[in-house]
C-alpha cells in the first residue's frame, strides 16, 4: 500500500502556510495519477494560495511499480553524495524480501530494476528513459559524450536529463545550472548517439562499468 505524510511548509516567497500531502511509499498500482504526476513535473509540488507560488517539496520516498517491474528509491538531491547508503538500503530491501517476502513477490524482486535517484527530476528521466526501451546505463555513456562534446554542460552543480525521447531514439535534454534551477537549455542529441552506443555497448561497459550495475546508474557514480 502507498504511505503519505501530511505536512504543513512555508512559502518561500510569502511565509504563507501551505499544506502539503507528502508521500513516503507509492505503489503504482494502487496510485497510478502518482507516475501520471512525476511524468507532468507535478507531482510534490504544491501552490501557494495566497502568492500564486508553485512550491517544490524534495522528500524521501520509495516508488514501486510491479507491473512494469520497477523499484526506485528516491533521496533528497543534495544527499547525492551518499549515494552508496542509498544503493545499500536498496539492496538490503531487495535481499530481504527474497529471503523473507511471499512466494508471490519473488518473481516481481528477481526482475525488478532497482535504482536510487535523486529527486523526482531523476525520478522521471528513468521513467521516460525506460518507457521508450531504452538502458538507461546506456542513457548514462551518452551523457558523457555529451559532456565530452561540450565540457559547459559538466558545470559543477549542474543536471543533463532526458525530457523526451523522439522517434528514431532521437534524445531531447534539458540543463539545469543546479537540482532546484529551471533548465537553463533545451538540447536534442545526433540521432545516432544512441544506435552508437547500443553498437558499443560492449566497449561501453568495459569502459564505464559502474554505469552497468548497482543500483545508482549515474554519471555522478563516476
Avoid at 555529451?146 to 531514439?169: C, Q
Wanted: aromatic letters at 8%.
Amino acid at each position: 500500500m502507498s504511505t503519505w505524510s501530511d505536512r504543513t511548509i512555508a512559502c518561500p516567497r510569502c511565509s504563507a502556510s501551505v499544506r502539503a500531502r507528502i508521500a513516503l511509499g507509492a505503489h503504482i498500482g494502487r496510485v497510478p495519477e502518482v507516475r501520471d504526476a512525476v511524468l507532468a513535473r507535478t507531482f510534490h509540488r504544491f501552490p501557494c494560495a495566497a502568492c500564486g507560488m508553485s512550491i517544490q517539496v524534495h522528500a524521501r520516498f520509495e516508488y514501486t511499480d510491479i507491473e512494469r517491474r520497477q523499484l526506485v528509491l528516491v533521496g533528497l538531491p543534495p544527499e547525492v553524495r551518499t549515494w552508496q547508503e542509498l544503493e545499500t538500503t536498496l539492496n538490503t530491501t531487495i535481499d530481504r524480501a527474497l529471503e523473507h517476502g511471499s512466494p508471490l513477490v519473488a518473481p516481481f524482486v528477481r526482475e525488478v530494476k532497482r535504482r536510487v535517484v535523486f529527486g523526482v527530476e531523476e525520478l522521471r528521466e528513468k521513467l521516460v528513459v525506460w518507457d521508450a526501451g531504452l538502458d538507461d546505463g546506456l542513457v548514462e555513456c551518452i551523457k558523457v559524450r555529451a559532456y565530452a562534446s561540450d565540457p559547459t554542460l559538466a558545470a559543477p552543480g549542474s543536471r543533463l536529463h532526458v525530457d523526451a525521447v523522439s522517434e528514431g531514439d532521437v534524445l531531447r535534454c534539458k540543463w539545469f545550472p543546479s537540482p532546484d534551477a529551471a533548465p537553463d537549455k533545451v538540447l536534442e542529441l545526433p540521432d545516432h548517439w544512441v544506435a552508437d552506443a547500443v553498437r558499443d555497448r560492449e566497449s561501453l561497459e568495459a569502459r564505464f562499468p559502474e554505469l552497468f550495475r548497482g543500483g545508482f546508474v549515474s554519471v555522478d557514480r563516476l
